[in-house]
């Protein structure tokens, strides 16, 4: 039986990820005060690399919070929408998504896709056509269904409304896939760490605009922690608002100096080399959940015709020493998911999808 070359289960579950060694033994760094020239130095690093991995021109804030993703959700719409929220939903995460601003006490909308296809930008235009709306928020890789939306073409069409401001969850895409604030007029695009930052889970990252600024300044009743006005604040001197994660923060500056040195083109190169690797073994195989066209670089979602038993398959995967990730919501019991995502290289991946083929011969009658 094949046996992943490690200590521990190797993850390829499509978040948390795979934490190189070198970056846990950052996080085990002695503790360092916040607000001293130690942290500010560190940050004055450490935000223009995050800035470049959004494509965030200067101008562009970049925030750091001790959060996961979830709480830059609420950030982002508690901070920039006072009308009404549209909110493309075609999975688990947007639907999340659509749940966190109805808790926000802002009046959002769906626009329902199928799961498995992509949101149609068109749509999203006949929806803003009709007015009301402020915002836009979009997930752009749907992790639960393996579909990469088309960002730059649902943007260029919220760019045709200019009081509507786009907000995107990058969190499954960014450091994975090409994600350009600046050129696509993102407002505020958001992600957590444990994607493909290949980070251990804990902290959350955003680029926000000067517009998503301007209609925070404007803002009532956005709380106090996710306050980009305050965030702003500490920001600018190159603090942490309140005590931040120190440990994560030195493991982002160790692991942002990785991502620079690889370079981002040849990042996302990997990411699609991985992920074609992923889908000739499931076009051989199985059936993917995701239409052709919008398929995602950095996970992969499997379905299977001949009725597979899932989780019997992700345990006799779990014995061959890697975790992959099972169906997600609704998708549970019918799909699988492998999260090509992080520092994983092909060959990595060549051996993970040895072992499933081992799994797959023993689980399948
Ligand atoms: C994982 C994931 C989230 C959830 O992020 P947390 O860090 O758990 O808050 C949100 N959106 C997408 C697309 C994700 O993949």
Redesign the pocket.
């Known amino acids: 039986m094949t046996a992943a070359p490690s200590d521990h289960a190797i993850l390829f579950t499509?978040?948390p990820t795979e934490v190189a060694p070198e970056i846990l033994r950052e996080m085990a760094r002695p503790v360092i005060g916040h607000r001293g020239l130690e942290m500010q130095a560190i940050l004055a690093d450490v935000l223009p690399r995050a800035r470049r991995l959004f494509g965030a021109p200067e101008g562009h804030e970049v925030f750091i919070t001790a959060s996961?993703?979830?709480g830059l959700w609420e950030a982002a719409i508690r901070n920039t929408v006072e009308r009404r929220l549209l909110v493309p939903v075609c999975g688990a995460?947007s639907e999340r998504f659509h749940e966190v601003a109805v808790a926000c006490g802002v009046p959002a909308d769906r626009l329902e896709t199928a799961w498995g296809r992509a949101v149609d930008p068109d749509a999203v235009g006949e929806r803003l056509a009709r007015g009301g709306y402020d915002a836009v928020a979009l997930?752009h890789?749907?992790?639960s269904t393996g579909v990469a939306n088309p960002l730059p073409a649902i943007a260029g069409v919220v760019r045709r409304h200019p009081g509507v401001a786009l907000l995107v969850?990058v969190?499954?895409s960014v450091a994975g896939m090409p994600v350009e604030v600046g050129r696509d007029g993102i407002d505020v695009a958001l992600a957590?760490v444990?994607?493909c930052l290949a980070l251990p889970?804990g902290l959350?990252l955003c680029a926000v605009s000067p517009r998503a600024m301007e209609r925070s300044r404007a803002r009532a009743g956005k709380g106090y922690y996710f306050d980009f006005v305050r965030l702003k604040g500490f920001f600018d001197r190159r603090m942490p608002m309140a005590t931040p994660s120190v440990s994560h923060i030195f493991a982002l500056q160790a692991q942002l100096r990785r991502i620079d040195a690889e370079g981002l083109e040849a990042r996302h190169a990997r990411h699609r080399a991985m992920a074609d690797a992923t889908r000739r073994w499931t076009a051989e195989r199985c059936a993917f959940f995701a239409a052709d066209g919008c398929r995602s670089d950095t996970v992969t979602c499997v379905s299977d015709e001949r009725g597979l038993d899932v989780a019997a398959f992700v345990k006799a995967v779990a014995r061959r020493g890697y975790a992959i990730g099972g169906g997600y919501g609704r998708l549970k019991e019918t799909t699988f998911r492998i999260g090509h995502m992080g520092d994983h290289t092909v060959a990595e991946v060549t051996a993970l999808l040895a072992a499933m083929d081992e799994a797959l011969g023993e689980v399948r009658r």
């Open positions: 499509p978040g996961s993703a979830t995460f997930v890789n749907e992790t969850d969190v499954s957590s444990q994607k889970p959350a």
